[in-house]
């Protein structure tokens, strides 16, 4: 199903040299990592060396190299959410995770992320678990707001 | 909707959609802003949707989910029309008699703001203090419109400085009033917008691209999210005048990726736009063809610069290039281009409707205009705030931010997040301006002003941006890249209690070359936080310092 | 090609349009340090050392001379206290990544750097990205590449590519100042493809009446530790 997917990701950008972000970003989105033989098919498909590829890929924090869990997991790290407790919720959710930014556990359930400044800082510190928001967020209160996860 | 082929059935459409208004009809606004959206401000709308369907009120009354109204920390917020009453702090629950009391032009009195000192009520939005002392230019009109309709913007006068643009001035003559406003770039930079675009429009490459940097990656900013969430169209409107003052056929939009609410509205902007004819071949029947592309970052600060954007545009990893070789002559593919914030652009369509005398009558000597502030941090009102330029600090931190929490003392006013700068509260009476506050070492940046309360640590504060800065270095050049990282282990030392005694010397070596030998802006200013600190608040580090080495 | 007249440390310099302010100075035989440029590759700007004074239009600025256009009347220094200065620094931060790479120790000499001036985190490689440019733009192979960014960029050979191109070729090798390329070619061929090279080799011998190319370890140049003058 992902691989029919891809395919079709990867058809869309043929020929297109500059469409190298663009395509890893659908993918991305679709499969949840990059996979290095999909980079490869990239790579020879889009026209760029291979090495271009896999420089991309390991810039940006939004590709992952290895599978992501079903959840991910955003604790913001910006500047108004660190004045008011930023850092002390993170070290309680890579606590109760068991995971430091950029990580993703065993059984693939969250991966960790530090967001640098989400936008709402007026309700920080702010907890994002799936694109959901999690405002006025306490240490206290992110065990419970992560139990609801499977 | 037909598409338009002259400003004159744009007026006609215009026309007819107000025709169809009834200004004393009351209405709901409900704030889908991302604070408000945080607070679940959809469950609000969804039960305040069903109310009114439940009470058969449809025809009666106006409904809307709106973007940012700007008053962040007390959502959700509602607005009722016709009277801009404000409810703050609004539930589920409450909708029942929200709808009720709106229908009834009754005021549902528990929902409605109080002082937090004297309990004074304020019921319509010109009474909160908090927006009393604003001059909503830009952002006025979010509370007003659901970004997702066009027929919205167009009811409130959008589109008309396109048409009159296109159809009764040149582009030379909308290029002239821009420059006569001294409309300087609100991303950071506050360079003469109208220089850079007369940079680009003379370049001698006839391929040309305006873009809008909707990057917003400094820290504790979100006004330009705000602005781009609630009124794309705005914005959009200002990047057509631009391109057709330049003499660009496309334009860009490059924004973040994680708001799925702002891109779905800029995608729905530019669609509704291009219906209309407002974009694509001879828009409006004046021989101008442009389009735009939106394009979205992929995490990384870096790529808010603007020669590092236009690589990411391109498709290439975001490595800025020296200033030297100007983008507005060699950007995009070589071609010219023209880059500005997204609060800049916004600016274009009132500066062409009133003129560039009425943009200047507003600001301060050199700085006109208003400016958009995302106030946060120890202050007890926060949100999107617009004042007028030259406005004291002290009247955005008290009168509109409403002071510090808790009864404690405010200690320093932080601008322009990782490459910025604070200063010590003693000087809140300087003015929100570019020049001044670039002296005082606080350069407004994109206008992200943070309060810090008496218990801050400022030693911390600078260690803290010096990491997000290296984690952000795109890793090209040495001073910022080795220079940043050796600044931050110095600090990290120093707050272990392992300074040492020529640490201090160090740091002003590392700062002063990093400041001048880096590539891109990134590198160039990452040290000015701490130059910030270091100038108001040495001591501090000095303490450190002395305290770790009596331990050692 | 218009020619022009620039001023270079009080020498009158001619230059031709779209030449770089270095590649003039070099011309007139004005020495200015660099460690990533390479007279076969599109100029980087990347390690800063060539960064000079100039003023023009009555403004003083400081650019990197490898990328920086010449122009008219522009006045050049290519030493001044300032300049020195940042030199200097950027030596002391590299040497907290390669301590002993005898490029950073003569420059060290030279410009008074101390090699102990920052916390070492030894890497070795001071992301000069001749390796990475030199296959790119040169053998168009693309064997070695970067990964991540900031300070934990590091280069990265691709084993696939590397496997077929490397030991036949080895060019990065003996441009790297660090001497790191090698390392990490040899480290990259180790854990990817080990022994390859010595059946390849085995192979070319017997299918050609050539010698096979042995692997040449790069020579480092005779270690003379120079004075420190501190």
Redesign the interface.
Known sequence: MCKQKISGIIEKYRGKPGAVIHALTEIQHANHWLPRAVMQEVADALGVPFSQVMQIASFYKTFSLTPKGRHEVHVCTGMTCHLRGGARLMEKVAEITGLTPGETDTDAKFSLEAGSCLGSCSIGPELIVDGKHYGRMTPERAADVLKQYE | MPRLQTSAELEALRAKILAGRDPARPSIAVCGG??C???DSAAVAAALAAEIKNQGAGAKIDFRVTGCHGF??K?PNVLVGPDDVCYFEVKPEDASEVITSALKGEVVDRLVYRDPASGEKAVHMSEVPFYKHQMRILTGDIPRIDPTRITDYIAIGGYSALAKALSQMSSDQVLQEVKKANLRGRGGGGFPAGLKWETTKNAPEKTKYVIVNGH???????MD?AMLTGNPHRVLEGLIIGGYAIGAQQGYIYTR????SMAKHITAALEQARELGLLGKNILGSGFDFDVELH?D????VSGESSALMR?I?????EPR?K??RTSVSGIWDKPSNLNNVETWANVPEIINRGADWYTSIGSEKSKGTKLV?L???VVN??VVEVPMGTPLRTIVFDIGGGVPEGKAPKAI?FG??MGGSIPIDLIDAPLDFDGMAKLGAPIGAG?L?L?NED?DMVE?AR??LD?L??????????C??????ML?ILTNIIEGKGRKFDLE?LA??T??TS????CALGKTSSDPLKSMLRYFKSEFEERIAAGSQTT | MTDMVLQIDGKEVTATAGMTVLKAAQQAGISIPTLCHHEKLEDYGGCRLCMVEVESRGRTNYVVSCLYPVETGLVVRTRSEKVDKIRRVIIEELMARAPDAPELLRLAHEYGADRNRFEKEASFCILCGLCVRYCDEVKHKCAVGFIEHGHVREISFIPEIAAKECWRCQECFAICPTSYAQAAYLLTEALAFPGQRKKASAEAKRMANIPAVPVTFVKRPPASKPEMAR
Not at chain 2, 257 to 260: A, Q, R, T, W
Not at chain 2, 298 to 301: E, K, L, P, T
Not at chain 2, 470 to 479: D, F, I, Q, R
């Open positions: 991302a604070a959206d945080g607070l962040c920390n959502g917003e990656g400094e820290s504790a900013a979100f999210r990726h994680d708001s799925p979205f992929v995490g990384i600060f990411s391109e498709g290439n990893p975001p020296p030297y070789i995302s946060s941090g120890h926060s949100g932080h997040g990782a992200g943070l810090m801050t504060i803290y941006l997000f290296v984690k952000e270095s795109c890793g090209k050049c040495v001073p890249r080795e220079g940043m990282y050796q282990k160090r070596d590392l002063e070359v001048l030998g880096s590539l």
